[in-house]
């Protein structure tokens, strides 16, 4: 069964470094998503891509973070100096089309949890 | 404004009985799609069932359904013969289009943690 991969499962870093994530969606799927979930609370879109381009980054702290996906495949979000604040689960989802499907799903990766000290 | 409650922070229930997870909502689009996905603790997200606003009938997959009540704005999961391996969290979610960029995001409640006791 085809899955979304996400790379590293674990991360742990120090204030004012750098960190990036990785992560390869479902062969086919045209949309892709970062997520961030902070402890005890559901996941809350960072950005969103169609294909190469970003559909919506409007809560994506532009400041520190930064997500591309160049080939419209694969996508990396980085993390630049990072913070305290930013310690959670970052996830990665992938859907079909996208668009206005009532039915397109988003399908997840298991996630990369993040302590920042 | 939130947009999906979940009001049941943690639930209990013992192995092989049925329980209700509550999920309300909040949309004045006609259109839109809701969501239930389970969260072990090792960490992913996965996908249980879907319901759209147009459904006729509820949603049903396996030992997982919906119980879809629109005049209400409710969408409860219920889960018949619970399981051991069923603890974990439960997020509602709903499909909310950017009225911007026409693209679809989900919106999520913030949970109910499920304990299935033997």
């Known amino acids: 069964e085809a899955e979304v991969a996400q790379s590293p499962r674990y991360k742990i870093t120090e204030k004012s470094q750098a960190v990036a994530f990785w992560c390869d969606p479902i062969?086919?799927?045209?949309?892709l998503y970062w997520y961030r979930q902070i402890l005890g609370q559901g996941p809350e879109l960072l950005v969103q891509?169609?294909?190469?381009?970003?559909?919506?980054d409007s809560q994506l702290p532009k400041d520190r973070f930064s997500a591309e996906r160049l080939k419209g495949v694969d996508s990396t979000l980085k993390i630049q100096p990072a913070e305290l604040g930013d310690s959670a689960m970052y996830l990665c989802a992938s859907s079909l089309s996208g668009t206005v499907v009532l039915s397109d799903t988003q399908y997840f990766g298991p996630g990369t949890r993040l302590t920042v000290l | 404004a939130q947009k999906i409650t979940q009001t049941q922070p943690g639930m209990f229930v013992q192995e092989k009985e049925a329980v209700t997870l509550d999920c309300t909502y909040d949309?004045?689009?006609?259109?839109?799609?809701l969501f239930w996905y389970k969260q072990p603790s090792s960490g992913e997200m996965i996908f249980l069932i879907y319901q759209g606003s147009y459904d006729q009938q509820n949603a049903t997959e396996g030992r997982y359904s919906l119980n879809f009540q629109k005049a209400r704005k409710s969408a409860n999961l219920v889960i018949s013969a619970s399981q051991l391996g069923d603890s974990a969290m439960y997020f509602c979610a709903m499909r909310e289009v950017s009225m911007n960029t026409g693209f679809q995001k989900l919106v999520f409640g913030t949970g109910t943690r499920l304990l299935v006791s033997p």
């Open positions: 062969s086919g799927h045209a949309t």
């Open positions: 891509f169609q294909d190469e381009s970003v559909v919506d």
């Open positions: 949309t004045s689009d006609p259109s839109y799609g």
